[in-house]
């Protein structure tokens, strides 16, 4: 086992990105080997930045990470991207825009650039996200995009183990208020108000103010950045705002919670994912028996649960 994985672990150590890709695609696919070189990976993490991108199909995510990976690759940092692709249920592919957004760092050996499709995680996607991002915090990568679309709960368990999450809105789409509803802004440690070349961004930006007044937050009251991604306006703007954000955690202890929360992220997608996978083969079985009223529900489920641990090694 060991003799496998240890020329790509190597590797992966030295930050070849050919390496870092194949383990990704190991633990993708729940592959031993892949367990391993996690497991190696695990005391060498907890040095990169992370950084959530979240928002509304569209709304520019991609645009942004992309100034935002300038401004990494100017400070001299390496960078790594997971981009979650939402698997269209009619296409049944995933949607190539977040790579095509960014291929210009193609040729730069110091930006890795990763989509994860939603579909087909064996231990779960936040799971398989977060281990990716620990794979490329091990391989020396100083900052980590993770860019996904806010919707489904697993998406939002991926954005919140960021250290910093940026929530992206944009205008005239009633956003603040739908995102609002959707419980988005309470993750959000900044705002960006992208497309500010639409009507409507300063009426956005102040539904977000008067939002937040009426809501619960801590010390850090997220601030509102506005940006026009696609001509790299305000971006730099955006920056400062993701630092000050990181330097405010670094001076309150929180740099500890937020891999706390990336840790237990990871725990909870992989059980969740694990128990699924064993309960379905019992389900159908449990469905009988309620139906023909031998048992309640609550007794399947004691009976479903009793079976799996018997079954776990
Ligand atoms: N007018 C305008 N267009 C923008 C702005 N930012 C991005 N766009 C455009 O909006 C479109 C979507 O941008 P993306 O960066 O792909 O958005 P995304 O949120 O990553 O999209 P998905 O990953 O598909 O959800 C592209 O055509 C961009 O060029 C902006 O500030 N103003
Ligand atoms: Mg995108």
Redesign the pocket.
């Known amino acids: 086992m060991d003799t496998r994985v240890e020329p790509l672990w190597e590797r992966l150590l030295a930050g070849d990105e050919r390496a870092v890709a194949r383990a990704i695609t190991l633990v993708e696919s729940d592959d031993p080997r892949g367990r391993e070189l996690l497991k190696r990976a695990r005391p060498r993490t907890g040095r990169a930045t992370v950084v959530g991108i979240t928002?509304?199909?569209?709304?520019?995510?991609?645009?942004?990470?992309?100034g935002l990976i300038a401004a990494a690759r100017a400070a001299g940092r390496k960078v790594g991207v997971v981009?979650i692709?939402?698997t269209s249920p009619f296409s049944g592919g995933a949607?190539l825009?977040?790579r095509i957004?960014m291929t210009r760092w193609h040729t730069d050996s110091g930006v890795f650039i990763r989509s994860m499709a939603t579909r087909g995680h064996l231990g779960g996607l936040a799971a398989a996200t977060l281990q990716a991002v620990a794979l490329l915090d091990a391989a020396g990568f100083d900052t980590v995009f993770i860019?996904t679309?806010g919707v489904g709960q697993s998406e939002v368990e991926i954005v919140t183990a960021a250290d910093t999450t940026v929530v992206?809105l944009t205008p005239g789409q009633g956003d603040a208020v739908q995102a609002f509803k959707a419980g988005i802004m309470e993750i959000a440690d900044v705002f960006c108000v992208?497309?500010?070349?639409?009507p409507g961004g300063d009426r956005l930006r102040r539904e977000i103010r008067a939002a937040q007044e009426l809501g619960e937050h801590g010390e850090w009251l997220a601030p509102v950045a506005t940006?026009?991604?696609?001509?790299g306006?305000g971006v730099a703007d955006l920056v400062r705002l993701v630092d000050e954000h990181r330097a405010y955690l670094v001076a309150n202890g929180g740099l500890e919670a937020a891999r706390r929360r990336r840790v237990r992220s990871e725990v909870r997608s992989a059980l969740g994912e694990r128990l699924r996978r064993e309960l379905v083969d019992g389900e159908e079985e449990a469905v009988d028996a309620v139906l023909a009223g031998r048992l309640s529900p609550e007794e399947v489920v004691d009976d479903l649960l009793r079976d799996v641990l018997l079954r776990s090694p």
């Open positions: 928002g509304s199909p569209g709304s520019g995510k991609s645009t942004l990470t992309d981009a692709d939402p949607i825009g977040d957004r860019e679309v992206v992208n497309k500010y070349d639409h940006t026009i991604a696609s001509q306006e």
